[in-house]
């Protein structure tokens, strides 16, 4: 079966400072691959999503960016954090329709 | 872009009651249509969805209901049990590519 996984399940970061997020999906080949981002108390805000190795599209610009170095790999960068960077950060998958979501990173900016 | 409104933000209703949660969307060629159930500090999981091509769908206390016309979809929940108490997210997609989700209803269940 299809497992995701986030790192770090935490993070505290002062501002301006880098942030490298990782998620990687195990038992499937080329899936689909998103990054999310919910603040407090908010919905989903779809960052970036990738149909393959090294496919991005960024959906919200910012001072974020996304890579997919390999097939089942997918990182979240910041060169410097700001105050507003600070939420939960959810990478899911998926095959078709149906999107699967990992268990996230919360990331505080301070 | 896909526009999903949501309504309301927060429910609030007894044990055994129904609660009901709606949205709207505004491309109509949206044809897929989640919902997400999120627990305090949790990740979304999926409880149901819909294609456009059904009307209605059901899983035990949980239903779904579709518009195409009117451009709205609508959970459902039955006999409401204090653990269904969570944030519902519903989302609209072509062809599940990219989720366009709703602002979220926070639902209280009261014993």
């Known amino acids: 079966s299809q497992t995701i996984h986030q790192w770090p399940a935490t993070l505290v970061q002062p501002v301006g400072s880098p942030l490298s997020l990782e998620c990687t999906v195990e038992?499937?080949?080329?899936?689909?691959l998103y990054w999310y981002r919910q603040a407090a108390g908010r919905g989903l805000q779809l960052l970036f999503y990738s149909v393959g190795i090294g496919q991005i599209s960024s959906e919200v610009p910012q001072n974020l960016s996304a890579s997919r170095p390999q097939d089942r790999q997918f990182i979240l960068s910041s060169k410097k954090l700001l105050l507003s960077d600070s939420g939960f950060y959810l990478c899911?998958?998926?095959?078709?329709?149906?999107?699967?979501f990992g268990p996230g990173t919360r990331l505080l900016v301070l | 872009g896909e526009n999903v409104e949501q309504h309301p933000s927060t429910l609030s209703v007894q044990e055994g009651d129904s609660a009901v949660i709606k949205c709207t969307y505004s491309d109509s060629a949206s044809n897929y249509f989640p919902w997400y159930k999120q627990e305090l500090g949790k990740r979304p999981q999926l409880i149901i969805d819909?294609?456009?091509?059904?009307g209605e769908k059901k899983d035990q206390r949980i239903a779904v209901t579709l518009n195409k016309t009117a451009k709205h979809f609508s959970l459902h929940i039955t006999e409401t049990q204090p653990e269904d108490s969570a944030v519902y997210f519903c989302a609209a997609s072509y062809s599940g590519y990219a989720l366009n989700f709703g602002k979220g209803t926070s639902l209280l269940v009261t014993p």
């Open positions: 819909i294609r456009s091509n059904v």
């Open positions: 899911a998958w998926s095959l078709g329709e149906t999107q699967y």
């Open positions: 038992g499937t080949s080329n899936p689909n």
